[in-house]
């Protein structure tokens, strides 16, 4: 596949078959994305590969506290945790996350009723030692530190379907990192970035749906005329 097709039919895969993922698949998948870019070329992501049941089963729970969590706020028309929102009105949807979990119970499951059975999980860690955050000092949420890890995950995600795998990058467990530190052996300067779920997948859909360019990319202001085509 060519690397224009990769890059526009690459879809969130979340289900998977029973195949296991070979160890060497992984350290393929890996070898290919620490080319990534990073700011500096600090190279600041690591990389947990979570095999051991009690660690899994740790993820799981905190993978299912954040997501009903998710699914209450987006229930209630809120971008879930956006950096600008109602924080009233997002505090009142969380309270309702309990519903979301038990309407879950009752069905047969998803990825995150499922999480600890994922052939692969990788947990993506940053060292905060070796981020250029050049917005970290301004008066705003920072975003500039993730823009040295997530290249990384994308690249994961992108060998990996190279090699017919499939997989998401999650975030959901960043909310329980305190409490994950231990069991992975995190010190104060390291934060979680995500957790990669990989596999073979069930399905490969390729059909993405995205936003047309004129949507999100002007000229000179961001109130310009809209890049369109000529
Ligand atoms: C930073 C980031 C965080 C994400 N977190 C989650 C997550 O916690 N759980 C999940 O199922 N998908 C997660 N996703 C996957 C997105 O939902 C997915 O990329 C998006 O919906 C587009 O899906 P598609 O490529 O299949 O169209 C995340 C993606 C990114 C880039």
Request: net charge negative; glycine share 8%.
């Amino acid at each position: 596949m060519d690397l224009l097709s990769a890059l526009r039919t690459t879809a969130a895969i979340r289900e998977f078959d029973d195949r296991a993922v070979d160890v060497d698949v992984v350290h393929e998948l890996l070898e290919t994305a620490r080319f990534a870019p990073s700011g500096g070329n600090r190279q600041a992501w690591r990389v947990i590969v979570v095999n051991n049941e009690d660690q899994r089963a740790l993820l799981g729970d905190a993978y299912r506290k954040g997501w009903y969590e998710y699914l209450a706020q987006g229930a209630a028309g809120l971008v879930p945790w956006a950096p600008v929102t109602n924080r009233e009105a997002e505090r009142e949807a969380i309270s309702n996350a309990a519903a979301f979990r038990e309407m879950a119970e009752q069905g047969s499951g998803g990825m995150a009723e499922h999480l600890e059975a994922a052939p692969v999980l990788l947990l993506l860690v940053a060292d905060l030692r070796f981020l250029a955050t050049v917005d970290r000092d301004l008066d705003r949420y920072t975003l500039v530190g993730g823009g040295s890890i997530y290249p990384f995950a994308w690249s994961v995600l992108l060998a990996a379907r190279a090699f017919g795998l499939g997989g998401v990058l999650t975030t959901m467990v960043v909310n329980q990192e305190e409490a994950l530190k231990q069991a992975f052996h995190l010190e104060d300067h390291h934060c979680i970035a995500g957790l990669m779920v990989l596999g073979y997948p069930m399905h490969q859909p390729t059909k993405l749906r995205r936003a047309p360019v004129s949507s999100f990319a002007t000229f000179d202001t961001l109130d310009g005329e809209p890049v369109t085509p000529h």
